[in-house]
């Protein structure tokens, strides 16, 4: 599966928060200030993204430390999920996805988001 970020947000990317939030452009316009705008490349060949799994932002490669049960359907429907690039903890979102490292990639128009199941 890919996607390409076609719009980031004028709030989307603060280092002192470690998350993404992503949307397809159907979000509204509140939404897209806060979040990367991205749009999936066809054909799309979906599968369950699971612990373990990668996700790569053009080469900057993250791991999944843990992904949220309602994920894949919100990312099939409206191209939404957060990242969050942190230690998850008893209180993790079920619509998010954790990576580690606990890094930031750096994102740009044209970036692309590649998720991949595990070696």
Avoid at 90 to 111: A, C, F, K, M, Q
């Amino acid at each position: 599966m890919q996607s390409k970020v076609i719009q980031i947000g004028k709030k989307a990317i603060d280092i002192k928060e470690p998350m993404i939030i992503l949307f397809d452009d159907s979000a509204t316009e509140p939404l897209q200030q806060v979040s990367v705008i991205h749009r999936f490349i066809e054909p799309q060949e979906w599968f369950e993204l699971a612990d373990g799994d990668r996700i790569l932002f053009d080469e900057q490669e993250y791991r999944i430390s843990y992904i949220g049960n309602h994920v894949l359907r919100n990312l099939q429907s409206i191209g939404h999920t957060t990242m969050i690039f942190k230690n998850w903890d008893e209180e993790r979102l079920e619509t998010s996805i954790y990576l580690t490292p606990h890094i930031l990639p750096t994102i740009t128009d044209g970036t692309i988001i590649s998720y991949r199941k595990k070696d």
